[in-house]
């Protein structure tokens, strides 16, 4: 919730008479514009509505409208539980009814189809729900063209003065806003759609929300209708990538149905699968690579490292492979080759993949796949970076077998059996060899990689 878009204002002084009074200037702007409005109150108890349809001529600005006095009773009319937490004290609870009302006139706009939706949430008196609120008050959120805001403070808490005060602050705010966004249409240039639309090879439509176009309610809007008529034509899956720049969208997206589906530093893309039945989308990545590497030197000796701080408690002290994730856009032998080196200082040329192994359970829910490559060391000077690592050496075969930890010993110092027949692999039977293919996905070629005959190095 933005409360800068709330301004602060005394409750005015009104005398209970003829109803379309309150309204005039408010309808007398939505007939001029063309415009419609969706009313939905809780304090002021159907007085904004009612003195819109109190003017004639109403019927073609006023679409529909409800009293939403209790957040929990009024799910079912709003199609969303928006109701929160109860507020530590009364600032906190006057705060939330800013967060309220600007939620459901944003929901409500959409579900209504309407140019323009307000919403009232507060509180009339005489007696309050807190000890240290002592007079009514009122939050009004007004959304469509233009979005604003107002926290009315009244001095007093007569219930039924403060219900016609407060609704003519309403209806007051909403004129205030239909006028606003008819002078900035005159100085506008014509209105860009919010989003591009591409049909994709699989009878689905790819959406993508422009940056700098931040009206919720025009987004809202053409999501609607651009929904309907997909569905219409018989279109199946949406996808709709929302710009960071833009994420007041996604909130909107969300409640006419879409889920997220990844996101990234810069944008989120969210789906919707339109026919009945479960949704066949293909999921988002959900596979991490990881590269370990088995370096020998001159003596056919193995680097091997400890980590400053172990992904599990249980391996924290071990000795093992030096290695990373994989970047994106990087081979198994060019991950290998610049973790080895960032963590050790350490380069090498490849001698073949030595073995692949597939786990699941990993951070955020995401497979592993872990792969080791066998380099031969160009350099054996050993530069080890002592923000990742506690411990960098040479080891022989015989000392890594000789510390291959044993059924129930602490790890601490010593070697896992899985990291021992990784190892022990390397230097027995041939190697998995990598040739280039092209790519017909960009320029960078893609990697097959295939048994091979070849005799290990090291066994020569």
Known sequence: MDESMFRRMVSPAVAPGPLSELAAKAAELLKECGQTVTVFESTTAGLIQ???????????????????????????????????????????????????????????????????????????????????????????????????????????????????????????????????????????????????VQEDRYGGVEVEALEGQGCVARFSNKLRESLVSWNASGKKGVWLKVPLSSAVFVGEAAAQGFVFHHAKTDYVLLTKWLPEG??????????????????????????????????IAAFQGSWKLPGGLAEPGEDFVETVIREVREETGITGSLLGIVSLRHSHGFRFAQGDIYVVVKLRADLEEITMDENELMGACWMSQDKIK???????????????????????????????????????????????????SQVPESAM
């Open 278 to 311: 479960p949704n066949p989308l293909p999921k988002y990545g959900f596979t991490q690579i990881g590269v370990g590497g088995i370096v020998v030197n001159s003596k056919d000796e193995v680097l091997m490292v400890q980590e400053r701080i172990s992904p």
């Open 402 to 452: 000789s510390l291959v930890v044993e059924a129930g010993e602490s790890l601490g110092g010593k070697v896992s059996a899985n990291n021992w027949k990784v190892i022990e692999s390397a230097f027995v039977g041939p190697l998995i060899i990598g040739r280039q293919l092209p790519n017909s996905r960009g320029p960078k070629a893609s990697m097959l990689y295939t048994a091979s």
């Open 50 to 196: 009612a003195a819109l349809q109190a003017v004639p001529g109403a019927s073609v600005y006023t679409t529909c409208g409800a009293v939403t006095y209790s957040s929990k009773k009024a799910v079912a009319l709003l199609g969303a539980d928006m109701s929160v937490p109860r507020p530590a004290d009364g600032a906190a609870y006057k705060e939330s009814k800013n967060s309220w009302t600007q939620r459901v006139a944003r929901h409500m706009i959409s579900e209504v189809g309407a140019t323009w939706c307000l919403s009232e949430s507060g509180a009339c008196g005489p007696t309050f729900n807190y000890p240290d609120v002592t007079a009514g008050f009122t939050s009004v959120f007004v959304t469509g063209p233009v979005e604003k805001g107002i926290m009315v403070d009244s001095p007093h808490c007569n219930r039924e003065a403060n219900m016609w005060s407060f609704a003519k602050a309403g209806l007051d705010l909403l004129a205030e806003c239909v006028k606003e966004a008819a002078e900035l249409s005159k100085k506008r240039k014509p209105e860009v759609d919010p989003f591009t």
